[in-house]
Each structure stands twice: as C-alpha cells, then as structure tokens.
Nanobody
C-alpha cells in the first residue's frame, strides 16, 4: 500500500505565496516522477508542474516563473512553491507519483487533493 497526502492549501490574497507539500508513505522502495495537477471548478484537470527522479522539472506556461517544484528524496516529499498567486490559480491541487514498491511493483498513485483559493 502506498499513500500520497497533500497539504498546505488555503486562502491567500492575489500576489501572495503558498507552499504545497505531497508526502508519500507506505511500502516504498523509490518515488520516481511526481507531478502536480490542478482542477478548477468547471474545468478539466491540468498538469501544473512535474519533477523526475533526477530532479528535472517542467512547468505549464501559465505558472512558469511563479511556481517552483522540488523534492526531498530522503523524506519522500515533493513541494510546490507558488509565488505571485493569481485568482486563476484557484483550484484543487493534486499530486500524482509513480512509485516503485518494496515488492518492485510500479504504481501510479494520486493524492486526495488540497484546495487553493486566491481571492481578496
């Protein structure tokens, strides 16, 4: 069993900053690629940022220069630092991880999501 738990969502004013965390736990041998997605009301889920096991990163054009994804392999956590937040960043944020278990199974695991609201 592998679980992902996101944390750090909340209400922030436009221009503000927030940091989301995604923690993996369970029968983990290695956490490979991790992606952050978001889904705004009435919209499809979209990829926001991703990081490989080697810490190569990629970002959606809409967040480049404002969001930074990073990982701590020792703690099996991935963070998303979000700066200069805009109302259009309001969404439920999900992390998704590709995990190699201790039984050498490769699993794709989603977290339950955390809500970010950007509003004055």
């Amino acid at each position: 069993q592998v679980q992902l738990v996101e944390s750090g969502g909340g209400l922030v004013q436009p221009g503000g900053s927030l940091r989301l965390s995604c923690a993996a736990s369970g029968d983990i041998f290695r956490v490979n690629a991790v992606d952050w997605y978001r889904q705004a009301p009435g919209k499809e889920r979209e990829l926001v940022a991703g990081i490989t096991s080697g810490s190569r990163t990629n970002y959606a054009d809409s967040v480049k220069g404002r969001f930074t994804i990073s990982r701590d392999n020792a703690e099996n956590t991935v963070s998303l630092q979000m700066n200069n937040l805009k109302p259009e960043d309001t969404a439920v944020y999900y992390c998704k991880a590709r995990v190699l278990t201790t039984n050498l199974l490769s699993l794709e695991v989603w977290g339950q999501g955390t809500l970010l609201t950007v509003s004055s």
